[in-house]
């Protein structure tokens, strides 16, 4: 059993930031930001969570779908930004979509954390436990970067995507991931909503904190290692493959791993200009924007991957 899209959806904040309006913050500047990111705006959140991004996403994946949400069986939300801890923003989101038949939790693995919950759906789905699954991305970055910080608050949006999953006979997805928590100093964050709540952690520890070059490099070396992992898992060549839908980081990271797999970069679709990195809604929202502007068509092989905070980094290969 596979699950396939039946609908995807996916929402941003009205609100946009661009790097002329980042330069009158910190000292920074529009050709710095594009020339070394790819980034030119991003959407912040004014009055909205992250819940309510993710149920927006939901509905529109829902009205897409055409399913009853009622049909939902099990919720995963992928966010490392909820605004409460508990409830989880699955949950919400169940309530907000009426979704009353669904199990829910959420998942965190930063930035890859939609290509994990992506994962655990088709999991559960080839197990035969499930037959419908909605799995959403959603992330409110602005709630805790450092808007002192030109090094990191430059990189980060907010938004939300979703995608339903329902069950057809076929070969599963293929899947890979992996962690690496020795080396997860190299980015860490806490949330916005716990600063000064806890004893002993300062105002400046409760940011995110990067060290830029390590992610990088570690982003060009183990997005191709785990693209071919599941290629050899699948038994397929590189050229098979129609899109590699990779996490909206870096517009530089893409180009350096589309270079080290000898792939053309027209294959990979890219969305970062207008909504930098919104974390595990990156690649939800560039599905979404791919389905509805056509560029699927049945058969066609896509591979998912994502990589971020952790460190932990993972895959999919499977058939639109
Ligand atoms: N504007 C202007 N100058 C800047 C800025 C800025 N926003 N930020 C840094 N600089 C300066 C630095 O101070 C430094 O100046 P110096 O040479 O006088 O010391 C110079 O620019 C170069 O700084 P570097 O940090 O070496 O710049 P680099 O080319 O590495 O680019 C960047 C920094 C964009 C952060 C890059 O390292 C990167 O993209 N890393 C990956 C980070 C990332 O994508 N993280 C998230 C992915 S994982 C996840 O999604 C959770």
């Given at each position: 059993m596979i699950g396939k899209i039946c609908g995807t959806g996916s929402y941003v904040p009205p609100h946009i930031m661009d790097n002329d309006d980042l330069s009158r913050i910190v000292d920074t500047n529009d050709a710095w930001i594009r020339e070394r990111t790819g980034i030119a705006r991003r959407h912040i959140i004014e009055d909205e969570t992250t819940s309510y991004m993710a149920g927006q996403a939901a509905l529109r994946a829902v009205e897409q779908s055409g399913?009853?949400?009622?049909?939902?069986?099990l919720i995963l939300v992928a966010t490392s930004?909820?605004?409460?801890?508990?409830?989880?923003a699955a949950c919400e989101v169940q309530k907000m979509i009426g979704a009353v038949n669904a199990a829910g939790f959420d998942m965190n693995a930063a930035c890859t954390g939609f290509v994990l919950a992506f994962n655990t759906a088709q999991a559960y789905i080839s197990a035969g436990l499930y037959r419908t699954i909605l799995v959403i991305g959603a992330d409110s970055m602005s709630n805790m970067v450092d808007w002192t910080d030109r090094g990191t608050c430059i990189l980060f949006g907010d938004g939300a995507g979703a995608a339903i999953l329902q069950a057809e006979e076929g070969e599963p997805c293929i899947m890979a991931a992996h962690s690496d928590g020795i080396k997860g100093p190299a980015l860490t964050g806490l949330s916005r909503h716990r600063k000064g709540r806890?004893?002993?952690?300062?105002d400046k520890e409760s940011y995110i904190h990067m060290d830029g070059q390590g992610v990088f490099k570690f982003a060009v070396r183990k997005v191709p290692e785990i693209v071919e992992e599941v290629l050899e898992k699948a038994g397929m060549e590189i050229d098979d493959i129609d899109y590699f839908i990779l996490h909206q980081a870096n517009r530089r990271i893409i180009e350096a791993v589309a270079k080290r797999l000898h792939?053309?970069?027209?294959?990979?679709?890219?969305?970062l200009e207008e909504y930098a990195n919104t974390s595990a809604a990156t690649v939800p929202i560039l599905l979404d924007e791919m389905n509805r502007n056509n560029k699927f068509s049945k058969g066609q092989k896509l591979i998912l991957s994502g990589f971020g905070a952790g460190l932990t980094w993972a895959a999919c290969l499977f058939e639109w």
């Open positions: 399913i009853d949400p009622k049909e939902i069986e930004s909820s605004e409460t801890v508990f409830p989880c806890e004893p002993g952690v300062e792939t053309d970069i027209s294959r990979f679709p890219m969305n």
